[in-house]
């Protein structure tokens, strides 16, 4: 079945999306997160603060990324279910990972650098970090639910739980990967992180780089 391509209607909505992201990352990196507006990120895309709200609810909202998410929980799901959940949630997130940053740590390409930026911010700000709580939440929640969902609540439970071991794990990484500027890969990392909290075996051969 093909796939329905999205509208120039929604194909432009998503590309004003983007600028106002891209333009609202680069102000609150180069001059801080507080000292930035949403009538000043408004003025550097030449849209109306409104417009801003319309895609972006809060100022918060600027900052968060869905893409990883969304990748995530896919990958969850095309896994084994013959596996251990450990290994079906850690695998995802090396594999995620790679996707978005190519897998090395050269020097980060656009997309690579624009997600090392957003990251950047949610660890220094004070005024993200609760946000970024929230969204590893909605995450860790995504990712239960992609794992296949079960009225039994004791699986429910050993699902959350390895989840979220799995995810703190992913946090450790990505607070490394902020402290070094993007120069080691962001899937080393986790794998790393993952085989120091669950053993080597975590995650499947062939995965990491």
Known sequence: MNERKPTLRERQRSETRRAIQAHAVRLFTD?????VTV??????????AMTVYRHFPTKEDLVLVD???????DRVAASSATDPLVRRVGG????????????????????EQFLLDCLRLMVSTPALRARHLDSQYALQE???????????????FRARAATGAC?????????RWVDD?????????????????FGHDVIATGRTS
């Not at 001059?31 to 000292?35: H, I, L, Q, W």
């Not at 893409?67 to 929980?73: D, E, M």
């Not at 995504?142 to 429910?156: H, K």
Request: proline share 5%; net charge negative.
């Open 92 to 111: 995802a997130l090396v594999e995620a990972a790679a996707a978005l940053t190519g897998g090395d740590g050269d020097e980060p390409a656009a997309d």
């Open 39 to 48: 009538a000043d990120v408004a003025d550097a895309v030449g849209v109306s």
């Open 67 to 73: 893409q990883p998410a969304l990748l995530i929980a």
């Open 181 to 197: 500027d993007g120069r080691t890969g962001l899937p080393d990392l986790i794998a790393r992180a993952l085989a120091a909290s």
């Open 31 to 35: 001059r801080g997160y507080d000292a």
């Open 142 to 156: 995504a990712v239960v639910d992609a794992l296949g969902g079960t009225t039994d609540p004791e699986a429910t």
């Open 167 to 175: 995810l703190a794990a992913m946090h450790t990484a990505l607070t």
